[in-house]
């Protein structure tokens, strides 16, 4: 099991603050850092304001060595392909080819409107989202010296250099993820290093890799070719007033934590409800981390938990 660290900066989170966290992850032993993509609070005030996810992990890049860096999930929305191409293979040369790239077509009206970023219907974002992604992959995969071409119905490519190229071959790692039934499963199949749901009941996670996989299989991949993830909410503790404490630091009750994350209550209590969605094939997990104050949380299931599942 491969366990990740993954923050909400627009929640208010300064640059300084998510240093901390990825150095206390890469020290922990945590296998990668993740960070959202998002420009407004989804509660709260926000202060002191949003940070821009893949200018942030170029910073971290330079003042980490080992952890590996990404977005979950960049909005496909937030940035032209061939602009996006350049920074994360930009980020990915910085990092020393520790990058990978999460990606989905945006969902959150309020913060488009608030940015003046535009904010097409959802049938349009899902086919940009592709185009997007059949960019992002032919720039990076063109041969250097050979020129990218692309004609699609929302963007055009013509006689690009497809430069800078990213350190990984044949490009970073994209992660793609969701609960929709037909176009999220396909994308996955087609593009995808992993596949991540976030925040879902067991039976939820169970029907959509079901889905996945079967579209892993209709496009001739093989079946293990494909990592298998999920992102909870974290909120452990050596004690129940210790759960009880974080989960107060949140804005969260216990109660409502354990019905929805097994990543909620002590040790013990989380190794025992990890096991049923390790059987059902979650072979990593992101412990999406919300008061990134607490070090400490980091740093105890890093060293309290994680020895107990392998």
């Known amino acids: 099991m491969d366990f990740r660290v993954f923050v909400e900066p627009q929640q208010g989170a300064t640059y300084g603050d998510q240093l ?42 330079r003042e980490t060595s080992t952890i590996r860096l990404g977005t979950m999930v960049t909005s496909a929305t937030f940035r032209h392909p061939g602009v996006l191409a350049i920074s994360v293979a930009q980020v990915d040369e910085m990092s020393g080819g520790r990058v990978e790239l999460g990606i989905g077509a945006g969902w959150f009206e309020s913060e488009h409107q608030a940015y003046a970023i535009p904010f097409p219907a959802l049938g349009e974002r899902f086919d940009r989202l592709g185009e997007q ?15 990218f071409d692309y004609n699609g119905a929302n963007y055009r490519v013509v006689d690009s250099p497809g430069l800078p190229k990213p350190v990984q071959t044949p490009h970073p790692p994209i992660v793609i993820g969701g609960g929709g039934p037909k176009r999220t499963p396909a994308l996955a199949a087609k593009y995808a290093t992993e596949f991540n749901i976030p925040f879902v009941p067991l039976d939820t996670l169970k029907a959509q890799y079901a889905r996945v996989a079967a579209a892993v299989a209709d496009a001739g991949r093989a079946a293990d070719s494909l990592t298998y993830s999920a992102a909870f909410v974290l909120c452990a503790g050596r004690d129940e007033a210790e759960v009880t404490r974080r989960a107060a630091a949140i804005g969260r009750e216990v109660d409502e934590l354990r ?16 096991g049923p969605f390790v059987e ?31």
């Open 20 to 61: 901390a966290v990825a150095q206390t992850a890469e020290a922990a032993g945590y296998s990668a850092f993740f960070r959202s993509d998002h420009y407004l609070a989804m509660s709260g005030d926000g202060l002191p304001g949003p940070t821009d996810s893949w200018v942030t992990l170029g910073g971290i890049a």
């Open 133 to 147: 992604l059949d960019i992002l992959t032919g720039l990076w995969t063109t041969p250097t010296g050979q020129t």
């Open 259 to 274: 019905s929805n994350s097994p990543l909620a209550g002590t040790a013990g209590e989380i190794v025992d409800r990890l």
């Open 280 to 310: 059902a094939g979650v072979q990593r997990v992101y412990l999406q981390t919300l008061d990134m104050s607490d070090l400490d949380h980091l740093e105890f299931f890093a060293t309290e938990v994680i020895p107990q599942l392998g």
